[in-house]
Protein backbone atom coordinates (compact mmCIF):
# COMPACT_ATOMS: atom_id res chain seq x y z
CA UNK A 1 0.00 0.00 0.00
CA UNK A 2 1.28 3.36 -0.93
CA UNK A 3 0.76 6.78 1.31
CA UNK A 4 -1.78 9.42 0.44
CA UNK A 5 1.40 11.80 -1.39
CA UNK A 6 2.52 8.80 -3.81
CA UNK A 7 -0.94 8.16 -4.26
CA UNK A 8 -1.59 12.36 -5.68
CA UNK A 9 1.88 12.03 -7.75
CA UNK A 10 0.91 8.84 -9.32
CA UNK A 11 -2.92 10.83 -9.89
CA UNK A 12 -1.71 13.61 -11.15
CA UNK A 13 0.81 12.55 -13.43
CA UNK A 14 -1.97 10.34 -15.26
CA UNK A 15 -3.68 13.65 -15.62
CA UNK A 16 -1.28 15.16 -17.42
CA UNK A 17 -1.37 13.83 -20.89
CA UNK A 18 -5.47 15.21 -19.77
CA UNK A 19 -4.76 18.71 -19.11
CA UNK A 20 -5.17 20.26 -22.65
CA UNK A 21 -5.66 23.63 -20.46
CA UNK A 22 -2.18 23.34 -18.77
CA UNK A 23 -4.00 24.31 -15.50
CA UNK A 24 -2.09 23.82 -11.96
CA UNK A 25 -3.65 20.63 -10.66
CA UNK A 26 -4.57 20.82 -6.95
CA UNK A 27 -6.94 18.64 -4.27
CA UNK A 28 -9.77 21.05 -5.81
CA UNK A 29 -9.36 20.92 -9.50
CA UNK A 30 -12.75 19.56 -10.53
CA UNK A 31 -12.70 17.30 -13.70
CA UNK A 32 -15.91 18.43 -15.57
CA UNK A 33 -15.78 21.97 -14.57
CA UNK A 34 -12.10 23.37 -14.06
CA UNK A 35 -10.35 20.50 -16.44
CA UNK A 36 -13.71 20.45 -19.26
CA UNK A 37 -13.49 16.67 -19.88
CA UNK A 38 -16.22 15.18 -21.67
CA UNK A 39 -17.30 11.73 -20.33
CA UNK A 40 -15.20 9.77 -23.41
CA UNK A 41 -12.00 11.38 -21.33
CA UNK A 42 -13.36 10.27 -18.10
CA UNK A 43 -13.77 7.02 -19.16
CA UNK A 44 -10.85 7.03 -20.88
CA UNK A 45 -8.81 8.46 -17.55
CA UNK A 46 -10.78 6.18 -15.52
CA UNK A 47 -9.37 3.34 -17.11
CA UNK A 48 -5.98 4.55 -16.61
CA UNK A 49 -6.25 4.72 -13.35
CA UNK A 50 -7.51 1.29 -12.91
CA UNK A 51 -4.43 0.17 -15.11
CA UNK A 52 -2.20 2.33 -12.73
CA UNK A 53 -3.16 0.70 -9.25
CA UNK A 54 -4.80 -2.61 -10.02
CA UNK A 55 -8.22 -1.32 -8.96
CA UNK A 56 -12.12 -1.03 -9.96
CA UNK A 57 -13.54 2.33 -9.81
CA UNK A 58 -17.47 1.87 -10.01
CA UNK A 59 -19.93 3.86 -12.03
CA UNK A 60 -21.72 4.66 -8.71
CA UNK A 61 -18.02 5.46 -7.18
CA UNK A 62 -17.41 7.82 -10.11
CA UNK A 63 -20.62 9.34 -10.20
CA UNK A 64 -19.48 10.66 -6.23
CA UNK A 65 -16.24 11.74 -7.66
CA UNK A 66 -15.96 15.31 -8.30
CA UNK A 67 -12.19 16.43 -7.67
CA UNK A 68 -8.67 14.94 -7.69
CA UNK A 69 -8.89 15.00 -3.77
CA UNK A 70 -12.12 12.68 -3.47
CA UNK A 71 -10.19 10.43 -6.26
CA UNK A 72 -7.11 10.03 -4.14
CA UNK A 73 -8.65 9.51 -1.39
CA UNK A 74 -11.08 7.05 -3.48
CA UNK A 75 -7.79 5.07 -4.83
CA UNK A 76 -6.01 4.97 -1.60
CA UNK A 77 -9.35 3.44 0.13
CA UNK A 78 -9.87 0.97 -2.86
CA UNK A 79 -6.41 0.10 -2.70
CA UNK A 80 -6.56 -0.61 0.73
CA UNK A 81 -9.70 -3.12 0.36
Known sequence: MTDR????????ALIEPFNKKGIEVTD???FAQD????????LDFVANVE???DILI???QQAEIENVGQL???VD???AA
Open 28 to 30: QTR
Open 5 to 12: AETDARVK
Open 58 to 60: TMN
Open 35 to 42: LEWDSLTV
Open 51 to 53: DEF
Open 77 to 79: KLQ
Open 72 to 74: VDA
